[in-house]
């Protein structure tokens, strides 16, 4: 049976400490250069949903700068063949800011991220070095736009957990990878 329902509500995200980990590791390294950088959040979609993966996209495909991070559509497809072939889809897309610039989403950022029911948009400030997901900003793209999620919100509907098995990967138009001590 196909499933009618491509975007189930999302209730609930899991999400594991390890995680949180990777990213802020992921996302310093172009800090460190005065660039943003960003991860994928991938894992299981469904009323509650669990991230599995972080992905993190470089390198042919992918364009970190002073003002911008951006992932070609070639390497979205090849992250989303990788995700496809586990059962897993896209749940989060999470990127940083630089020095001074608030932890919010920006009008470039509303325009051109995917936009899809449930996905979370997050933005971590201080060119990653901001490691406290409390001072994060915590977007969800719903009813046709992103809306800031509030931390009573997350409260009840962000589950950080620490015993999930969290795969870290490299990504690029080619494909996907494991990454090494991950």
Not at 70 to 93: K, N, Y
Not at 173 to 181: I, L, S, T, Y
Request: glycine fraction near 10%; include cysteine.
């Amino acid at each position: 049976m196909v499933n009618a329902q491509p975007y189930p509500v999302i209730d609930v995200w899991e999400l594991d400490r390890s995680a949180i980990g990777a990213t802020i590791a992921a996302v310093q390294r172009p800090g460190r250069e005065g660039k943003e950088g960003g991860v994928l959040w991938i894992g299981t979609r469904g009323q509650t949903s669990a991230v599995r993966a972080v992905v993190i996209p470089a390198g042919e495909g992918v364009v970190e700068a002073a003002d911008f991070w951006q992932v070609t559509p070639e390497v979205f497809g090849a992250v989303s063949r990788w995700a496809s072939e586990r059962a897993w889809s896209l749940l989060g897309i999470c990127h940083t800011h630089g020095d001074g610039i608030p932890a919010r989403l920006s009008p470039q950022d509303r325009a051109h991220l995917v936009r899809a029911p449930g996905i979370l948009a997050v933005v971590i400030g201080s060119a990653g070095r901001e490691d406290n997901p409390q001072r994060w900003g915590w977007y969800e793209f719903t009813s046709g736009a992103y809306r800031a999620i509030s931390s009573r919100e997350r409260q009840r509907r962000l589950h950080l957990t620490t015993d999930a098995d969290i795969g870290v990967w490299a990504a690029d138009r080619r494909g996907c990878r494991p990454v090494a001590n991950s």
